[in-house]
């Protein structure tokens, strides 16, 4: 499969690792099968994926949100799917949460929606439970067990 990915930085180590390209917006939404939104809440990206945006998919695309809910218009992304515009969509955001039962994205066929619980994994549980371990050791006046490096691009700070 061909990677393409759209981001304000390039990641030319992640690029060669996994084949993947750098695009514009408009050309990895025209280009696409199957789009991932991780994003991160923004200024920039809030209302990022509106009419316009839908407009240059293929009507055979998948889109699916696992950012944050603002990140794309909700009311355009329901017209599009409803009329057939593109394949389908899913998502575990929304643009108001929790999302209410009657939420008109949930009636239709070719939607999938999940509760924003995507990081409840045994996994993720698991590395949370090392995190409130350490706040415990560092509020005692210790060295945490598990210190956190951030990493950007391939630069650690």
Do not use: C
């Not at 394949?87 to 008109?104: N, R």
């Not at 999938?112 to 409130?132: F, K, N, W, Y």
């Not at 350490?134 to 691009?153: E, F, M, Q, T, W």
């Amino acid at each position: 499969m061909k990677i393409l990915y759209y981001d304000a930085v390039r990641y030319e180590e992640v690029e060669k690792e996994i084949k993947a390209e750098k695009v514009s917006l408009e050309e990895l939404l025209t280009q696409s099968d199957y789009i991932s939104i991780n994003l991160p809440m923004l200024p920039e990206t809030k209302g990022l994926l509106k009419e316009r945006e839908f407009g240059l998919m293929k009507p055979s695309a998948y889109i699916i949100n696992l950012a944050r809910g603002p990140i794309w218009d909700e009311k355009t992304l329901y017209a599009v799917l409803k009329e057939g515009r593109i394949a389908g969509a899913g998502s575990d955001v929304y643009e108001v949460e929790p999302a209410k039962k009657d939420h008109p994205l949930f009636q239709l066929e070719n939607f999938i929606g999940t509760p924003h619980m995507a990081a409840h994994t045994d996994e993720a549980l698991r590395r949370m439970s090392l995190v409130a371990e350490d706040i415990i050791r560092v509020l005692g006046g210790k060295a945490p067990l598990h210190p956190v490096n951030s990493v950007v691009g391939t630069k650690r700070l």
